[in-house]
């Protein structure tokens, strides 16, 4: 399966966008991208500090719409904060401000998708292929 997985991906994405992923790998670089959530786009950054409190690893404003995420993390740490701060967008976006609030909440959520996403790395490839429905 990982090896028919990895022939579509290379099949329907972007070469271009490959080789920009590749380059910035090579030079040890993360690449991070904006992120469209609810219609806002979201610049997100890797920081060496997030301002407002030392302990925090990653943190969303959403004025200036930045997720920031805390540098010295190890890669599945970046992206299981990354994705909790995606899910305070989407709560922030719904007008759920309860569940925005809710750090054990959004912490499940966060935590269930990082695992989900990781076990299963054909699921990111159904939806970058738009997948399920051959009529799209």
Not at 45 to 57: G, S, Y
Not at 72 to 99: M, N, P, W
């Amino acid at each position: 399966i990982a090896q028919e997985a990895a022939k579509y991906a290379v099949e329907t994405l972007d070469i271009e966008r490959a080789l920009v992923v590749k380059q910035a790998r090579d030079e040890g670089r993360e690449l991070m991208e904006d992120l469209c959530i609810g219609g806002k786009r979201y610049e997100v950054q890797l920081v060496k500090r997030i301002a407002r409190d030392t302990f925090l690893m990653g943190e969303t404003d959403f004025v200036e719409q930045t997720i920031k995420v805390h540098d010295s993390l190890k890669a599945d740490r970046k992206r299981e904060v990354l994705l909790h701060e995606i899910v305070h967008c989407i709560f922030e976006d719904s007008g759920d401000t309860v569940s925005n609030n809710d750090e054990r909440l959004v912490s499940t959520i966060a935590s269930g998708l990082n695992q989900v996403l990781s076990h299963n790395p054909w699921l990111v490839l159904l939806f970058i292929s738009r997948g399920l429905n051959d009529e799209e």
